[in-house]
């Protein structure tokens, strides 16, 4: 395997669903050697599907002040914030998983975040009118990496 996608999130919370909704759209379109995942943002989850990868490739939803929503941020290894202003939308983000990883040297080659922007992360399903506006942008984005 030459890379892994992971979709983040709960199509149940709205915008938390952002992760899962990409890897149902992409799945069809991935070439050879690469695949996609659910995770719910479990740490030991995303160890699990990362480790020894030569790149991974994280899509979740975040919460920010101020927010912007729709606002996608792209991030590597060495730039995951864990700043004040943003938060995950589990209870531990990927910057905390991030950092149990380096202590447990199991980080993929590569890792590359997609951090997108919510506006609402109540119960419900289907994606925010900013989020959907930013969507195909993700989509092609995240393919664009593993093409």
């Known amino acids: 395997m ?13 915008d938390d669903g952002v992760g899962p ?5 992409i799945e069809p379109c991935l070439p050879d050697g690469v695949r996609a995942v659910l995770c719910d943002g479990e ?5 699990d599907t990362w480790a020894g990868v030569p790149l991974a490739i ?4 975040v919460q920010c002040e101020p927010s912007s929503p729709g606002t996608i941020h792209r991030y590597e290894t060495g730039e995951v914030p864990g700043h004040p202003g943003s938060a995950s939308t589990h209870a531990l983000g990927v910057p905390d998983a991030l950092r149990l990883a ?5 980080v993929p080659d590569r890792l590359v975040v997609y951090a997108v922007e919510a506006a609402d992360v ?3 399903t289907g994606l925010s009118d900013p989020v959907q506006l930013a969507f195909p942008e993700l989509v092609e984005a995240v393919l664009a990496e593993v093409r």
Do not use: C, K
């Open 102 to 106: 380096q202590a447990l040297d199991r």
């Open 21 to 25: 909704a990409l890897v149902a759209a």
């Open 2 to 14: 030459t890379a892994v996608i992971i979709g983040i999130g709960n199509e149940y919370r709205r």
């Open 43 to 47: 740490p030991a989850a995303l160890l």
């Open 58 to 61: 994280v899509v979740d939803a």
């Open 122 to 124: 109540g119960f419900g």
